[in-house]
């Protein structure tokens, strides 16, 4: 089946920290790859995504690269700010669906 | 920018009555979804719409939930009677042709069932 697995949470930084959340996944086919951040009291928001393996997403200072070998797709920011605290899910696109599958969530607090 | 609408934001209900969301996607975006997300986990996918039609709803307890987007724009979602494990944020997202999941998610309704 179709599933993602999240580093557990939650994770607290102080500010200017390197950050990582992990992403694993399990999929039939060719998934396209996604992090969302949901901010308190708010719908979910696009951060990245990567549609094929080695790609690399990026945006607002976050990356994550599509590894078919490792079926991984971890998410990284060198230097984290206070204003990044929210929570993070980890997706995968079935292909052919349309159909988003999400990992658990990964709570980050960024301390000043 | 165009956005998601959904409402009321947040709903209390007594368990075994009736409730209702509503969603507005952005406009010309096909297909509708409706998730939920249960408190510390993931979103999890209750119904998908094409225009007017049901794609999936596989994960949609059908003797208590029900679905309808009548003339293919906007969306209801019923929950008739509520039960106490139902409280969660009810999502919606619609997206476009393409096939790129350019999916926008509205803001949610957050239920609680008392």
């Known amino acids: 089946g179709n599933s993602v697995t999240q580093m557990e949470g939650p994770v607290t930084l102080s500010e200017e920290a390197f950050l990582t959340i992990n992403c694993t996944y399990t999929?039939?086919?060719?998934?396209?790859l996604f992090w969302y951040v949901q901010y308190p009291g708010e719908g979910l928001q696009l951060l990245l995504k990567?549609?094929?393996?080695?790609d690399k997403g990026s945006n607002k200072g976050f990356e994550a690269t599509y590894r078919k070998e490792t079926t991984s797709f971890h998410l990284e920011k060198g230097s984290v700010q206070v204003s990044d605290s929210a929570v993070y899910f980890c997706?995968?696109?079935?292909?052919?669906?349309?159909?988003?599958?999400f990992g658990q969530g990964t709570r980050l607090t960024i301390n000043p | 920018e165009a956005e998601v609408a959904q409402s009321p934001r947040y709903k209390i209900t007594e368990k075994s009555q009736a409730v209702a969301f509503w969603c507005d996607p952005i406009s010309g975006h096909a297909t509708l979804y409706w998730y939920r997300q249960i408190l510390g986990q993931g979103p999890e996918l209750l119904v998908q719409?094409?225009?007017?039609?049901?794609?999936?709803d596989s994960q949609l307890p059908k003797d208590r939930f029900s679905a309808e987007r009548l003339k293919g724009v906007d969306s209801t979602l019923k929950i008739q009677p509520a039960e106490l494990g139902d409280s969660a944020m009810y999502l919606c997202?619609?997206?476009?042709?393409?096939?790129?999941?350019?999916?926008?998610f509205g803001s949610g309704t957050r239920l609680t069932v008392v």
């Open positions: 997202a619609s997206s476009g042709q393409g096939g790129d999941y350019g999916y926008t």
């Open positions: 999929a039939t086919g060719y998934p396209s």
């Open positions: 719409f094409q225009d007017e039609s049901v794609v999936d």
């Open positions: 997706a995968l696109g079935i292909q052919g669906a349309q159909k988003l599958v």
């Open positions: 990567a549609t094929k393996a080695d």
